[in-house]
Nanobody, 115 residues
Framework: HVQLVESGGGLVQAGGSLRLSCTCSGTIFRLNAVAWHRQAPGKQRELVAAITSIGSTNYADSVKGRFTISRDNAKNTVYLQMNSLKPEDTGVYYC?????????WGKGTLVTVSS
């Protein structure tokens, strides 16, 4: 049973930082690519950042230079370090992975950035 659990969201002022965590169980984690997505109120879900099994990363243009995705295979966890946060970063952040051709999502963690 694959399970993803996000944590680390909260309320922060513009310019501040948060670190999100996504802990995965039920897979051979080191083989998984994992992505962070977010959904702002009234908007579609969008890809924020992704990391492959070998640590290659990619980012949405809107977060390049501010967010960093990383992984700790020993802890089955992927992190999203978010710096210089802006009000437009507000939303529910989800992590996701694929395993045996099925997609799995966490329930999300809310990030609110006040201006």
């Amino acid at each position: 049973h694959v399970q993803l659990v996000e944590s680390g969201g909260g309320l922060v002022q513009a310019g501040g930082s948060l670190r999100l965590s996504c802990t995965c169980s039920g897979t051979i984690f080191r083989l998984n690519a994992v992505a962070w997505h977010r959904q702002a109120p009234g908007k579609q879900r969008e890809l924020v950042a992704a990391i492959t099994s070998i640590g290659s990363t990619n980012y949405a243009d809107s977060v390049k230079g501010r967010f960093t995705i990383s992984r700790d295979n020993a802890k089955n966890t992927v992190y999203l370090q978010m710096n210089s946060l802006k009000p437009e970063d507000t939303g529910v952040y989800y992590c996701a992975t694929s395993y045996f051709a099925r997609d799995y999502w966490g329930k999300g963690t809310l990030v609110t950035v006040s201006s």
